[in-house]
Every structure is written in C-alpha cells, then in structure tokens.
C-alpha cells in the first residue's frame, strides 16, 4: 500500500494530522496500535468544549468526524519498524503489511514510568496525575499529596490555591533549594498507595519499622517520559535534552520529510512537552499542513 502521508498515531496530534490533511484531499493513512497516554482517564479536562469529556468519546467523535473524507484511510494496527529509501518511507506493520509514504508524520506519544510505589499504577489516571490544569479542580478543599521532591517547590506552588492543605511525600529524597516552604513534608519512604475512602491512603515506613499512614485526596506525581515506539531511534532524529523529539515551529524533525507532534516531541525552548490535548491537536494540525505544503512544492 502506498500513500502521500502516513500518520503513526491517533491520539488528538495524529487524529488532528489526519483531519488537516483530509480536509485538503491530501491521501494519507493514519495508523492506530490503541495505546493512548490517557487510556486510564475517565474525563479530560481543560479542552474547550469538551471539558470533561471521556477520552474515548473524543476519539470516537474524531473518527466519525474523519469517517467523511475518502482520501484518509484508517489501520487499526501497529508499525514496528520504519527504514527511508531514497524519498519514501517504508513502514513494517505488526499485520505483516507494508506501507510506504512520501511523507511521516510522527505522532506515537509517550509512556510514562511512574514511581517504583506498588499501587501506583492502579491510581494512574484517577487518583493520581501529573498536571494540575487538568486533575486539580476536582479536588479542591482536599488534601492533596506531592510524590517526590524535584516537583515540590512548583507543585506546591501551583496546587496550593486549590487545596485545603498540600503534603510533599518526599519518598526518602532530598528536598531541592528551591524548597521554600508552603506544605508539609514527609520524608519517610513510601511503602505504597491504595485507595481508601474515596481518596488515597499513603503507606510510610516510619521510624523503627512501625508502618503509618497519610490520607489525601489525590496525589500528583512527576513520571519520566520515554518515547513509546521506536521510529526516532531507526530514523535517527535529533532529541533535546528531555528525550522529546526535536522540531521547529513548523514540526519538521531533523530529517527532512519526517514531522511530529504531540507529546513526543517539542521545540528546543520548551524543557519538556507541553503535554495536552489542546497543543497536541494544534501542533497536530501544523505537521499536517507542512507536510502537505513541502509535498505540494516539490510538485508531489
Ligand atoms: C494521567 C493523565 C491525565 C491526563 N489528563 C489530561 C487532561 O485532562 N487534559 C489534557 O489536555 N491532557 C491530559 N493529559 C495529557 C494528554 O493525554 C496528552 O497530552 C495527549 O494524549 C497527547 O496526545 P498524542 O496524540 O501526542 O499522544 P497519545 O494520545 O498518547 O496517542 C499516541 C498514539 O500513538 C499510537 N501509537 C504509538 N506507537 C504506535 C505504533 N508503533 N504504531 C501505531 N500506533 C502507535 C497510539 O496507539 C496512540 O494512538 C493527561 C495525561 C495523563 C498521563
């Protein structure tokens, strides 16, 4: 199978890629393995117009959407390995197919590595989060916990207008010098986490073996972010320092032909993505438009 644009990805970046490019009739083919970063959340916030809205709905909205254009093909499989000939990309999809493209857009998102606490990753996505703008408000007037120290001075900073009281489960670390304050610390190591009573109970190991406990509403967690497929090793593109594919304001990678957006790729001045539905789907929209304008120039 062969066509203009192959999109890897359909979260919000790839399934905003796929809209840009169909509205243009620009052929493209958007591939989908189904492992989205937010698979374990029951509604996203801070999206206008679909604040609070259940993941899955958007992207089963987006697909009717997209259902209206012929020139955009939907494969509801994996691709695990990319390689460039000359001009096209061949794409090796887990179906045993191949697919080559004029043009990538790389949209794959990232995987997030939580803190080694048992229980964490039964929270992920409910009971614990990483971004205030989009898990806070739902429990404001709680107490609310910070795992780790590296995030404690902003979290708290950030978290403190909504909640009752903010407590920084430093884990056994350090805390920074940017720690000036603002919440309560505890710098036991956390054993593990669990829900309980409609919030979370926090496992410490306190002094002398004897177990407590800390009750929070909700706890934030800073996880670290890996690239979730492979296609930036095979193609060797440039990284910045987060491990983030880099890009310019265009979404053009360091190999020319090849675009990402979304969460697994960022321009040199921010530290980290900037991770949400909103600029993923506007940087979404900017890799398919310059992927169809560079194709365009060059009469393809
Ligand atoms: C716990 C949590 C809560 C969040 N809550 C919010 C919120 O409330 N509001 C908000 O704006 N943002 C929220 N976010 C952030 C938001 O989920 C991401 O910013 C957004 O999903 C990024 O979109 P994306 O398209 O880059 O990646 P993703 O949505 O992760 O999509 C990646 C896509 O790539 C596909 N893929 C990956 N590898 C392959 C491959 N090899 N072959 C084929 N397909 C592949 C996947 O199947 C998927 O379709 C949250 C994130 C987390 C972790």
Do not use: K
């Not at 990805?9 to 591939?31: N, Y």
């Amino acid at each position: 199978m062969h066509t203009d644009v192959a999109i890897v990805g359909g979260g919000p970046a790839g399934l905003q890629a796929a809209l840009s490019l169909s509205r243009i009739h620009r052929r493209a083919v958007l591939l989908d393995d189904g492992t989205y970063r937010n698979a374990t959340v029951s509604h996203m916030h801070n999206v206008l117009t679909n604040d609070g809205t259940p993941p899955a709905d958007y992207r089963a909205t987006a697909h009717r959407e997209l259902a209206a254009y012929d020139t955009l093909t939907v494969l509801r499989t994996r691709a695990d390995e990319v390689e460039q000939t000359g001009d096209t990309f061949r794409l090796h999809l887990a179906n045993g197919s191949t697919l080559t493209a004029a043009a990538l857009v790389l949209a794959t998102g990232v995987r997030d590595e939580l803190p080694a606490i048992g229980g964490m990753a039964e929270l992920w996505g409910d009971l614990a989060a990483q971004c205030p703008f989009c898990h806070a408000h739902e429990f404001a007037g709680g107490r609310i916990g910070i795992v780790g120290t590296a995030p404690a001075a902003h979290l708290t900073a950030m978290l403190g207008p909504i909640a009752s009281e903010v407590v920084v489960l430093a884990n056994g670390e350090a805390l920074p010098d940017t720690w000036h304050g603002g919440a309560d610390v505890r710098p036991e190591r956390i054993l593990s986490v669990e829900r309980h009573g409609g919030g979370v109970r926090v496992t410490l190991a306190g002094p002398d073996g004897v177990r407590q406990h800390e009750q929070v509403a909700v706890l934030f967690v800073m996880p670290t972010l890996h690239q979730s497929a492979p296609f930036a090793a095979q193609l060797g593109l440039e990284l910045n320092p987060s491990g983030g594919v880099r890009i310019d304001e265009f979404g053009r990678t360091s190999r020319p032909g090849v675009y990402a957006a979304g969460d697994m790729a960022h321009q040199p001045a921010f530290p980290m993505p900037m991770a949400s539905v909103v600029v993923a789907q506007a940087m979404g929209q900017l890799a398919g438009i310059t992927a169809h304008a560079t194709l365009m120039a060059a009469g393809r």
